[in-house]
T-cell receptor, first 115, second 112 residues
Framework: AQSVTQLGSHVSVSEGALVLLRCNYSSSVPPYLFWYVQYPNQGLQLLLKYTSAATLVKGINGFEAEFKKSETSFHLTKPSAHMSDAAEYFCAVSDRSFGNEKLTFGTGTRLTIIP | DTGVSQDPRHKITKRGQNVTFRCDPI?????LYWYRQTLGQGPEFLTY????????KSRLLSDRFSAERPKGSFSTLEIQRTEQGDSAMYLCASSLGGGKQFFGPGTRLTVL
């Protein structure tokens, strides 16, 4: 069974500082990995996805994530935080082996930006 | 690409009533998923359709829940005899495969 662990349910950073949100995964097969962002009372928006083409994945809004197989990690980073980055972030894993590519999500990390 | 839409956005109901939610996926997407998200948690998979066929249901989907996708287009999720524990955000997503799912805005259900 696949699973995702997000370390830190709440992260606060100052505006302009580095954002680092941590995600570790467990999967018996090479997975798809994703980061989604959710703003209050809204659905999820895909930030980026890893599908094995490259270990460093660039996404929208200046975010990127690096797949490290040896550490089973897929941490999300952004060099300089902006106030508009305040939201809930979810890491997710999908088993690419079968037709049902259902997502298994972590519990989320709420990012607060300090002015 | 008009995105995934869900209706209603909010539903308040009394315990014991039946509710039905609708999801309209992106038109060419053959895969459709339903997820449930409770407060402070990530979404959890409920069920999956490929075209009109419901191919997988989570154990979370009790007998009170039923989902359909007639003609492989829109989908409905019905909850019978609602309970307070059903209060959650119900999210729909559609996909063409390749791992990328597009989510709708969700239906927030409150059971009083």
């Amino acid at each position: 069974a696949q699973s995702v662990t997000q370390l830190g349910s709440h992260v606060s950073v100052s505006e302009g500082a580095l954002v680092l949100l941590r995600c570790n995964y467990s999967s018996s097969v090479p997975p798809y990995l994703f980061w989604y962002v959710q703003y209050p009372n809204q659905g999820l928006q895909l930030l980026l996805k890893y599908t094995s083409a490259a270990t460093l994945v660039k996404g929208i809004n200046g975010f990127e994530a690096e797949f490290k197989k040896s550490e089973t990690s897929f941490h999300l980073t952004k060099p300089s935080a902006h106030m508009s980055d305040a939201a809930e972030y979810f890491c997710a894993v999908s088993d690419r082996s079968f037709g049902n590519e259902k997502l298994t999500f972590g519990t989320g990390t709420r990012l607060t930006i300090i002015p | 690409d008009t995105g995934v839409s869900q209706d209603p956005r909010h539903k308040i109901t009394k315990r014991g009533q039946n509710v039905t939610f609708r999801c309209d996926p992106i038109s060419e997407h053959n895969r459709l998923y339903w997820y449930r998200q409770t407060l402070g948690q990530g979404p959890e998979f409920l069920t999956y359709f490929q075209n009109e066929a419901q191919l997988e249901k989570s154990r979370l989907l009790s007998d009170r829940f039923s989902a359909e996708r007639p003609k492989g287009s829109f989908s409905t999720l019905e909850i019978q005899r609602t309970e307070q524990g059903d209060s959650a955000m119900y999210l729909c997503a559609s996909s063409l495969g390749g791992g990328k799912q597009f989510f709708g805005p969700g239906t927030r259900l409150t059971v009083l």
